[in-house]
């Protein structure tokens, strides 16, 4: 099982995102992008993550999942 970001429920905020703050493998990314609405997504880089299931946990918004 890997972790999917639902980016409709994601407020892509960098400074309070605990799960791209403590991914033990680094496998969340925040990334600049002017054609999302806040101006900015988060990404989960699925050949890093190692399903660790901590990010679920910690997500704020319930946006992430695993599967």
């Known amino acids: 099982m890997k972790a999917y970001i639902d980016k409709s429920k994601c407020a892509s905020d960098n400074r309070m995102c605990k799960p791209l703050q403590q991914c033990p493998t680094g496998a969340i990314a925040w990334i ?3 054609d ?3 101006g900015s997504r988060m990404e989960i880089d699925i050949d890093c993550c190692n399903g660790c299931g901590i990010c679920v946990e910690l997500c704020c918004g319930h946006c992430i999942a695993m599967k």
């Open 36 to 38: 999302e609405p806040l």
């Open 32 to 34: 600049e992008d002017d």
